[in-house]
Each structure stands twice: as structure tokens, then as C-alpha cells.
């Protein structure tokens, strides 16, 4: 830590909060993250992430070499294809065979909390967990009092809303800019590998497919547990599994609020057995409805030492695959500032302000290509793979 470097206070203890947490580590810049949920695996957040090369590159930037490689070890091997189907499992031959890839180089496809788990390495002495942010206050020397909401306080020279789709740091940054519901809904689940062995279609235990209906798509990506896990570290055991997600207008999954797994019965009444299997042995808690949300565009705004990144600003449909790797570019790039104000090249806010340009164009850029992607998705026919990985 050098004198220039402010302490840092983080909202948020998820891909994009930790992310940028391990870049202060490495940096030597104090910070702490403050996460409202009791522990790291409290709350089930979605199951398998697809890593593009700009968040690969985002964590490369931010982690220790030792814990980029593990990183890399722990991801699935790239699937080796994508299928599209109907739901009838028939092969869609009009629709475009795409790799997901970027640049020529495979996703990484890798558990949540397998990532969350990498990402606290080393660092949880800084993460405080059970501590929801309440609000904060702006003193005249541009300090910032945080407040949380069991009433507690701390003092920071700079405070990151990395809190996700729901930001509190958001509400008060930005009041009365909040993301609108798309009238899209994702339901998501897993179905354990052992239980799908002999009833799920085999293609689906394999491969990675994506599946086209009226109104809604599905993808289903085949997830092995991390065959080369290194000794020693202690990552959660994550037994194989098959990761479901679908994408549909709301008036599709009539009843989900009553029971879900009656709607989920009721859209695949007459969809291939060897499909419905899928849900029909879906661990039923991990089984999860989200509405979609896509942030509006947040107008230029006066800096200060307040900032965001993530979902917090730019929230998005997940049929895009774009949500977490953006958060994790936004994590990079808030570093890169830091680092500048840290080595004496920059002041705190004129660091920010740069910061901040970068965030409105690669939010603003994600948000609309995820839009894109969902119209793609579900209202068109043109381009579909495009829709789920660009
Ligand atoms: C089913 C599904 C599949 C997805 N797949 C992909 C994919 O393959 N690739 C991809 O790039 N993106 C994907 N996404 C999107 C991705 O999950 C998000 O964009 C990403 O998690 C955003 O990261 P973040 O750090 O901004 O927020 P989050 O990861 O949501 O973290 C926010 C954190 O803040 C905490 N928090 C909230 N409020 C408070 C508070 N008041 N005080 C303290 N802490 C608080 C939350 O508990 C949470 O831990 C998917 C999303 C879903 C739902």
C-alpha cells in the first residue's frame, strides 16, 4: 500500500465485488467487502457460468497467478457441441451450429459457488459476511460514512455498490433509476448427473443444447464435476450435473407464483419423455424463477467517491451470457484506476471519473446486445446462438 492509496469498501461479495477485492489484495490497497447474506453458499444464484475471454482476462488481471490457474482447473471441459433441438429432441437443422468462443477460444464453464469459492481465497479476513448495507453519507472532506443496517458504521475514503440487480448503493446513488422487468421470466435448476443417468436422453448428458419452442428457448449444459481438482483446496464437492435454464415470455409459465413445478409440467406436458425427465428429477430447491430486468441507461453523472459496477448499473437478461462477465471487466477496470491513484498518477475522482466514462459505454453496450439477444431469442428466428452467447 502506498500513502496514495484510498481504503476501499466493497457492497457486495459477488463476481464482480470479490473479483476486485483480489485485485486491492495483490495491489496492496486496504479494502473490505461487507455481504448481506449469512455465508457464501446461503443463497442458491444460478449454477453453472459461462466465462467469456474479456471475463477470463478481467479475473487474469485481477487474481494471483496460483489462483487463475486453479481457476482454470477447476472449469468443465469445453462441451463439445452445441445441439439445437426441439422438444421433441429432433435436430433443428435451419438453425445456425455456433461454438460458444471468443476470439477462438472456448468458454470456461464453471460452478458459481466453485468461482465465489476461488474468488474469497485468501482474502476472507476483508469479507464480512451478515452485514447488509443500509445507506451512507457523503462527508464535507469527501469521506463516506457507511452505514449498515444492524445499525453499525465504518469510515471510508471510497465506497464500490457492487450489490448486484437489487443495489442499495444504487437507490441512493441514483434515486428512482432502478431496471425494468422485460416481461421475460428465467426459470433454472439443476438435475443431478446420477439421477438423469437412465431416464434423460443421453445426447443431453453430454453436450450442451439449446432448445427452441414457441415463445421460449432452453439451454441444458451437461456439467462434470472438476476432474482435475487440486488437493488441498477446499472447494465445496459438486457432485456432476445437469444445468437447465428457460427463457420464455411470463404469459408461458401460467401458475409458476402457486407451484412451479406444476407450470414446469404443465409447458412440457407434451414434450419428449426423455426431456421431461429432466424436471421430473430436478432437485426441487434448487429450482429458481427470476424476472428478467435490464438497467436503463443511467445519464452522465458528477463524480464522487461513491461508485458502482456489475448488475448494480447494468443489469441484463442472463440469455445473453454477458452479466457476469461485464461485472468482471468492470472489476478490472476499476482496479486499473486504483492502481493509478495508488502509484501517484491520478487523484481519487479524476480516476473514478475515467472509471466511470468506460462503465456507461461497456454497460450501455452490454445491456443493448443483451436486448438484442432476447428479442433474437424469443421473438425471432434469426441468428438464435448468437442470442445465447454474444
Ligand atoms: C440463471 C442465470 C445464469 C447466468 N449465466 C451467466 C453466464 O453464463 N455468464 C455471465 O456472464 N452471466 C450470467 N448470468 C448473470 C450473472 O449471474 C450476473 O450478471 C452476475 O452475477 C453479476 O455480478 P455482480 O457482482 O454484479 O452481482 P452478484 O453476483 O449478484 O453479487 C451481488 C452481491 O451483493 C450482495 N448484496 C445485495 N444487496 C446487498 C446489501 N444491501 N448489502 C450487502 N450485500 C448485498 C448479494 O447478496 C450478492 O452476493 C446468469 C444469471 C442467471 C440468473
Not at 437447465?244 to 401458475?255: D, H, L, P, Q, T
Not at 409440467?265 to 421431461?276: E, F, K, M, V
Not at 448499473?313 to 451470457?321: K, T
Not at 495508488?342 to 446486445?369: D, F, M, W
Request: with cysteine; hydrophobic share 45%.
Amino acid at each position: 500500500m502506498t500513502t496514495n492509496s484510498p481504503h476501499v469498501t466493497i457492497i457486495g461479495a459477488g463476481i464482480g465485488g470479490l473479483c476486485l477485492a483480489q485485485g486491492l489484495q495483490q495491489a496492496g490497497i486496504a479494502f473490505d467487502v461487507y455481504e448481506k447474506d449469512a455465508a457464501n453458499d446461503s443463497r442458491r444464484q444460478g449454477y453453472r457460468l459461462r466465462l467469456d475471454q474479456t471475463g477470463l482476462a478481467a479475473l487474469a488481471a485481477c487474481l494471483p497467478p496460483q489462483l487463475n490457474a486453479l481457476l482454470q482447473q477447476c472449469g468443465a471441459p469445453p462441451s463439445p457441441g452445441v445441439g439445437m433441438i426441439d422438444a421433441q429432441l429432433s435436430t433443428l437443422k435451419d438453425k445456425g451450429l455456433q461454438d460458444w468462443q471468443q476470439d477462438g477460444q472456448p468458454d470456461l464453464r464453471i460452478n458459481r459457488l466453485s468461482l465465489r469459492e476461488i474468488l474469497l481465497a485468501g482474502i476472507s479476513e476483508h469479507v464480512h459476511f451478515g452485514k447488509a448495507f443500509d445507506r451512507y453519507r457523503e462527508r464535507a472532506d469527501g469521506k463516506v460514512d457507511v452505514y449498515f443496517t444492524d445499525g453499525s458504521g465504518v469510515l471510508t475514503d471510497m465506497l464500490v455498490g457492487a450489490d448486484g440487480v437489487h443495489s442499495a448503493v444504487m437507490g441512493w446513488r441514483f434515486p428512482g433509476v432502478r431496471p425494468e422487468e422485460s416481461g421475460d421470466v428465467c426459470i433454472y435448476g439443476t438435475t443431478a448427473m446420477a439421477a438423469a443417468a437412465h431416464r434423460v436422453a443421453p445426447e443431453l448428458q453430454s453436450d450442451t443444447s439449446v432448445l427452441f419452442e414457441p415463445g421460449l428457448a432452453m439451454v441444458i449444459d451437461a456439467m462434470p464435476s472438476q476432474p482435475n481438482m487440486p488437493p488441498g483446496l477446499a472447494l465445496t464437492d459438486i457432485p456432476d450435473y445437469l444445468y437447465w435454464a428457460m427463457i420464455g415470455k411470463r404469459e408461458r409459465f401460467v401458475g409458476m407464483e402457486q407451484d412451479l413445478q406444476g407450470c414446469i409440467a404443465g409447458i412440457t406436458a407434451s414434450w419428449s419423455p426423455a426431456l421431461q425427465a429432466l424436471f421430473e428429477l430436478a432437485d426441487p430447491g434448487a429450482i429458481t424463477v427470476a424476472p428478467i430486468r435490464h438497467a436503463r441507461p443511467v445519464p452522465a453523472w458528477k463524480t464522487s467517491a461513491i461508485t458502482v459496477l456489475g448488475d448494480a448499473i447494468h443489469a441484463m437478461s442472463p440469455a445473453s451470457g454477458l452479466g457476469a462477465n461485464t461485472a468482471l471487466a468492470d472489476a478490472a477496470a476499476l482496479l486499473q484506476a486504483l492502481l493509478d491513484v495508488a502509484h501517484g498518477h491520478s487523484g481519487l475522482l479524476p480516476a473514478i471519473a475515467r472509471y466511470e466514462h468506460e462503465l456507461r459505454l461497456r454497460g450501455n453496450a452490454a445491456v443493448a446486445a443483451s436486448r438484442r439477444g432476447s428479442i433474437q431469442l424469443l421473438g425471432s428466428e434469426e441468428n438464435p446462438m448468437q442470442a445465447l452467447v454474444d
